[in-house]
């Protein structure tokens, strides 16, 4: 499975942004999918995953009620909106997959057995302007 992401860029504070991760190959049906960010001088924080029949969300603290992670698996694509952005949500977004052996990052999803994130794309750039 390989990844990658787009629809990074300046974003005024208040806004909004939606970024997209397409994915080629087939990732199991079982896996996850999820957007980590990385902010400067920090490491990878988890921002939201979703389920590959979409009946399962999860977000992070710093980010719930403001995000939204969708995927149109016709179109092989993931989605994560965050509104009312501040310029904490600057950084390095990265959408990743379970599975894989890349910097794995072991997360909790509540409701189902830990996720082991391990493919990666290139990550895409937000930064938020006040």
């Known amino acids: 499975v390989q990844l990658a992401e787009s629809g990074g860029g300046l974003v005024q504070a208040g806004g909004s942004l939606r970024l997209s991760c397409i994915f080629s190959g087939r990732p199991s049906t079982r896996s996850a999918m999820a957007w980590f960010r990385q902010r400067p001088g920090k490491g990878r924080e988890f921002v939201a995953a979703?389920?590959?029949?979409?009946?399962?969300?999860w977000y992070g603290d710093s980010v719930k009620g403001r995000a939204t992670i969708s995927r149109d698996n016709a179109r092989s694509t993931v989605y994560v909106e965050l509104n009312k952005v501040k310029s904490e949500d600057t950084g390095v977004y990265y959408c990743?997959?379970?599975?894989?052996?890349?910097?794995?990052?072991?997360?909790?999803?509540?409701?189902?057995?830990?996720?082991?994130?391990?493919?990666w794309g290139q990550g895409t750039q937000v930064t938020v302007s006040s």
């Open positions: 990743a997959s379970e599975g894989g052996s890349k910097d794995p990052i072991r997360y909790g999803l509540d409701g189902r057995d830990l996720a082991d994130f391990g493919t």
């Open positions: 979703i389920n590959w029949g979409s009946s399962n969300k």
